[in-house]
């Protein structure tokens, strides 16, 4: 849908919202389950300083080691090396007859 003159085009959701991205969406599902609202930490948290450093902790963990099923049960950081090594190998080039 084309927005009039002077309108603009409508929006899944508001601006800095990830909720029209699914994997976004996802791992903020995670990262409240397993962080903020989780068994990682009881209580409320004090501070923002507090939280965002636990932030930063369980997105190196999310990223190195927490296994992710849909990447074959290994953690981010591992795939894409392994992708990328992969692909850094030569290729061997099909012959056309």
């Given amino acids: 849908m084309n927005p009039l003159p002077g309108q603009s085009p409508p929006q899944a959701s508001l601006a800095g919202q990830s909720y ?5 969406e996802t791992v903020n599902g995670y990262y409240k389950a397993e962080l903020v609202r989780g068994p990682a930490h009881s209580g ?17 963990w999310h990223n190195t080691q927490r296994l ?24 061997e080039l099909a012959e056309i007859t």
């Fill in 68 to 91: 992710h099923g849909y990447l074959g049960d290994v953690p981010p950081a591992e795939f894409e090396a392994t992708f990328y090594a992969g692909a850094n190998r030569p290729q």
């Fill in 20 to 24: 029209d991205n699914a994997l976004a």
């Fill in 44 to 60: 409320p948290w004090k501070t923002i300083e507090q939280l965002e450093l636990a932030t930063l902790t369980w997105v190196h």
